[in-house]
Nanobody
Framework: QVQLVESGGGLVQAGGSLSVSCAAS????????MGWYRQAPGKQRELVAT???????NYADSVKGRFTISRDNAKNTVYLQMNSLKPEDTGVYYC??????????????WGQGTQVTVSS
């Protein structure tokens, strides 16, 4: 079994910064793409950013230039630095990881979610 544990998030005023992190642990052979998604009240979960094991990143247009995703492969951890936050960035942020685990195969795991609230 694999667990993703998120930390960070919280409440910040518009224009401020926050960071969240997500650490994977358990029966891990290797980790492929890791990413962050968010879900605002009454809306579907949406992609925020992803990063491959090689460091290739992809961002939603709405966060380009403001958010930075990174990872530490040695720690099985993915980070999201959020700058110039806007009220529309408010939501529950979930991390996701494509993990090669046992029985041998690739599985998609989700964190429990962490709340990010941006006040205007």
């Amino acid at each position: 079994q694999v667990q993703l544990v998120e930390s960070g998030g919280g409440l910040v005023q518009a224009g401020g910064s926050l960071s969240v992190s997500c650490a994977a642990s358990g029966s891990i052979i290797s980790i492929g793409t890791m990413g962050w998604y968010r879900q605002a009240p009454g809306k579907q979960r949406e992609l925020v950013a992803t990063i491959t094991s090689g460091g290739t990143t992809n961002y939603a247009d709405s966060v380009k230039g403001r958010f930075t995703i990174s990872r530490d492969n040695a720690k099985n951890t993915v980070y999201l630095q959020m700058n110039s936050l806007k009220p529309e960035d408010t939501g529950v942020y979930y991390c996701n990881a494509k993990v090669r685990s046992y029985p041998v195969g690739e599985y998609s795991y989700w964190g429990q979610g962490t709340q990010v609230t941006v006040s205007s």
